[in-house]
């Protein structure tokens, strides 16, 4: 925690947060944080299908959350764009067109702003406004919450659209204020663009964003070191413009691809294939791989069902990836850093990459290997390692990840029932029921929140369900004149056992440096955070629960 409030301080890049609007209302009936794709449905889901008094925060200047802040070189999303927006509406679904296999930041953007005009969303959101508490009142039933222009509003519910990876992390090393040049963290990227001519770049971090980042960067930037610590596998994205026939086949099968999200595992609108790693011969599996090589994307992953089961069946897969970076990089010191990986693929969260590997052929990009010389410090010109070496830059990018899914949740001061704070509640790590509810923490409902299969999750789909069932339960709450609903202690302690259960069935947690641990962030609790159960199990168990009266909950 102590690193995600030094980012807050010391970034130069953040955004200036804009005074809140002055406008009179500040007693809601609910309460939204965030502007992103949960926020945005939420208050669609309050404000016009339940018709409750909403009203959303964002301290952005626009919408997107994530995307709003995301905007480094190559930033472009993994999932594919016909599965990565909403499905709660065919027509909204069938009139947006995407231009190509992902989408990059700005064209989410874009989307957002229009789902946000389409549904006259924005005249409920106020932007610039950044939420620093949110203590509950018993007495009233109400949450109080304060901004951090120092505005007091109300609401019965308060619902958080925060994000998982929205509290970016700047590691603590010595001497990053002392640095002469510029420094930047992907995650709070200015809105002009950073320009890399003529510039001596070093990136630390080789996750999702470092992998994409690199090339990008490398195409401008005088001269790019890659300060890499844990090796990473990455499957080429293929990214292509999307052609009109393509674009047809989406709009005409909307029911059934928007089935297929919500049945899969991953929420991906494409299938696992159903097959053991050990169904086929080498030379087959071979074959399988190649050809999951060409097409591209996270759908690698789907080859075969075992690999996140069955560490044998993962090593296959391993040792395909890393056969295919030893050809890929023509220099075999290089080649063999990049390669050696020490963790199941897919066991961290999977990068897919544009040219990430081929980067490493440029003569102005140089990898270094942080894990054998580790960074000691930043001095007034550059980076030093352990061994002494120094190296001179210009800008230094942070791709250093995020204090994940409770970071957003945390850095705000939410008190339940009896002054509770949540990160007291949370001190051995995340405690909740399905992902949604704390106990103390009566109407407050987290959205993705750790416990839910979010970030395992093709994000939209999770968000979805989430907003549904929320939407559905707070339905339910007036038409039966309930008051408070709030997770039972007993319920949360089998939820967190049901989350160890489906964690420790896949190799996942046995990564020991994943964010989905929170491993990256000194002090915090090794807790495996998302539910790993699959996303159809976790709609199914979450139905169920509504479906027998909101079992596991009070409702007073
Ligand atoms: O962050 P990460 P990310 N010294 O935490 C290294 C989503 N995402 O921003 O592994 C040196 O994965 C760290 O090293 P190590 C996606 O879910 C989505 O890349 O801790 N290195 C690691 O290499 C993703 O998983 C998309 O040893 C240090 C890197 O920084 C999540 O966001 C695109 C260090 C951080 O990797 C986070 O990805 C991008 C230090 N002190 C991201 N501290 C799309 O789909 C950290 N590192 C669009």
């Not at 339940?50 to 709003?68: I, M, P, Q």
């Not at 980076?383 to 995020?402: H, K, N, Q, W």
């Amino acid at each position: 925690m102590a690193t995600a409030k030094t980012a807050r301080k010391k970034s130069p890049q953040r955004a200036p947060t804009r005074k809140a609007p002055a406008r009179k209302q500040s007693a809601f009936d609910a309460l939204i944080i965030g502007a992103g794709f949960s926020g945005l449905y939420q208050l669609y889901c309050l404000r016009d299908r339940l018709d409750l008094s909403a009203l959303v925060l964002e301290a952005g200047d626009g919408v997107g959350g994530t995307w709003y802040w995301n905007r480094y070189p190559g930033a472009r999303c993994d999932s594919e764009s016909h599965s990565y927006c909403f499905t709660f509406d065919e027509k909204l679904y069938k009139e947006w067109q995407w231009s190509e296999r992902y989408p990059g930041h700005a064209e989410v953007r874009r989307y957002l702003n229009h789902v946000a005009d389409r549904f006259d969303l924005k005249r409920s959101i106020r932007f610039g406004t950044r939420v620093t508490a949110a203590h509950y009142d018993e007495a009233a039933n109400r949450w109080q919450v304060t901004t951090e222009a120092g505005e007091r509003l109300t609401a019965k519910f308060l619902i958080t659209a925060v994000g998982c990876l929205s509290t970016a992390n700047v590691p603590n090393i010595p001497g990053l204020d002392s640095f002469k040049g510029r420094w930047v963290h992907t995650g709070q990227w200015p809105h002009e663009g950073v320009d890399f001519t003529g510039k001596r770049v070093g990136l630390i971090g080789t996750g999702s964003t470092g992998i994409q980042a690199t090339p990008v960067i490398a195409e401008t930037a005088k001269h790019l070191t890659v300060f890499q610590r844990t090796p990473n596998y990455s499957v080429p994205a293929r990214n292509v413009p999307l052609t009109a026939e393509f674009q047809r086949y989406v709009r005409e099968n909307y029911p059934e691809l928007a089935r297929t999200m919500r049945r899969t595992p991953n929420g991906h609108a494409f299938v696992i294939e159903d097959r053991s790693v050990f169904d086929v011969t080498p030379e087959e599996r071979q074959a399988i791989y190649e050809a999951a090589w060409e097409v591209g994307g996270l759908q690698f992953r789907a080859a075969f069902r075992d690999l996140l089961a069955d560490k044998a069946a993962n090593d296959t897969a391993a040792d395909f990836i890393k056969s295919k970076i030893r050809q890929v990089v023509k220099d075999k010191a290089t080649a063999e850093k990049l390669a050696n990986i020490d963790h199941p693929y897919a066991a961290k969260r999977p990068p897919i990459d544009t040219d990430y590997f081929e980067a490493f052929n440029r003569d102005n990009v140089a990898l270094v290997d942080v894990r054998a010389d580790p960074i000691e410090a930043i001095t007034a010109t550059g980076i030093r390692t352990r061994s002494g070496t120094e190296y001179p830059l210009d800008i230094i990018v942070f791709a250093t990840g995020f204090d994940a899914m409770t970071g957003p949740l945390l850095r705000m001061d939410i008190r339940g029932r009896d002054g509770l704070p949540l990160a007291e509640a949370w001190k051995a790590g995340p405690r909740n029921y399905l992902g949604l509810q704390v106990a103390g923490f009566p109407n407050l409902f987290t959205i993705t929140g750790p416990g839910s299969p979010s970030v395992l999750c093709n994000m939209p789909v999770a968000i979805e369900q989430h907003v549904d069932w929320i939407t559905g339960c707070i339905a339910h709450m007036r038409a039966n004149r309930v008051e408070r609903i709030e997770a039972r202690p007993e319920a949360v302690e089998r939820w967190v056992e049901q989350v160890n259960i489906a964690a420790n069935a896949t190799l996942l947690p046995q990564v020991p440096h994943s964010w989905y641990l929170g491993a990256n962030i000194p002090g915090k609790p090794r807790v495996f955070m998302p539910y790993a159960g699959g996303m159809a199990r976790f709609r199914a168990i979450c139905d169920g629960v509504a479906a027998r009266g909101y079992e596991g909950f009070a409702l007073s």
